[in-house]
């Protein structure tokens, strides 16, 4: 899991051979102005999926775990979105089973710890990570990145 801000998105460019076009593609499109629901940069191998949001309470937590994709989750607007995560050998009570097609497994383990993506901010999520989005307050807009491995 990788926590930063965008003004050091450059840093993260090498970790993978789809991410410059990610950071590029974020330097040029208006995200926060963009409708609802996916949109294709390359297909099924990036993806952008733009969401708005209303936060749960952290006691509705549900760790997910992804297989073929990684996670570049960004929030573009509302004061903060909270992520429960824990290290995949962690996530032992499957709620759901694995969803080939929707790339996604969920756990109701309680989350190692939590953290804030503030505005501007984004988090990196390798298929590792077991994260829990959407946990706060109010309503966020926000950009899910999917990178195929």
Same mark, same amino acid.
């Given at each position: 899991m990788i926590l930063d801000t965008l003004k050091n998105k450059e840093q993260y460019a090498s970790l993978h051979p789809r991410f410059k076009a990610v950071f590029d593609y974020i330097d040029t499109h208006d995200l926060a102005s963009m409708?609802?629901?996916?949109h294709d940069i390359d297909g099924d191998n #990036?993806?952008?999926?733009v969401q708005e949001l209303e936060l749960r309470p952290y006691e509705?937590?549900?760790?997910e775990l992804h297989r073929k994709y990684i996670d570049i989750q960004l929030v573009l607007r509302g004061?903060?979105?909270v992520f429960g995560w824990s290290e995949k050998k962690d996530c032992l009570t499957a709620e759901t089973e694995f969803d080939e097609a929707k790339d996604i497994q969920l756990f109701t383990d309680k989350p190692q710890c939590f953290y804030a993506v503030r505005e501007g901010q984004f988090s990196i999520l390798f298929p590792e990570d077991g994260h829990a989005p959407m946990l706060g307050e109010g309503v966020v807009?926000?950009?899910i990145?999917? #990178?195929l491995l």
């Amino acid at each position: 899991m990788i926590l930063d801000t965008l003004k050091n998105k450059e840093q993260y460019a090498s970790l993978h051979p789809r991410f410059k076009a990610v950071f590029d593609y974020i330097d040029t499109h208006d995200l926060a102005s963009m409708e609802l629901g996916r949109h294709d940069i390359d297909g099924d191998n #990036i993806f952008v999926m733009v969401q708005e949001l209303e936060l749960r309470p952290y006691e509705q937590a549900r760790l997910e775990l992804h297989r073929k994709y990684i996670d570049i989750q960004l929030v573009l607007r509302g004061k903060e979105e909270v992520f429960g995560w824990s290290e995949k050998k962690d996530c032992l009570t499957a709620e759901t089973e694995f969803d080939e097609a929707k790339d996604i497994q969920l756990f109701t383990d309680k989350p190692q710890c939590f953290y804030a993506v503030r505005e501007g901010q984004f988090s990196i999520l390798f298929p590792e990570d077991g994260h829990a989005p959407m946990l706060g307050e109010g309503v966020v807009k926000k950009c899910i990145f999917k #990178i195929l491995l």
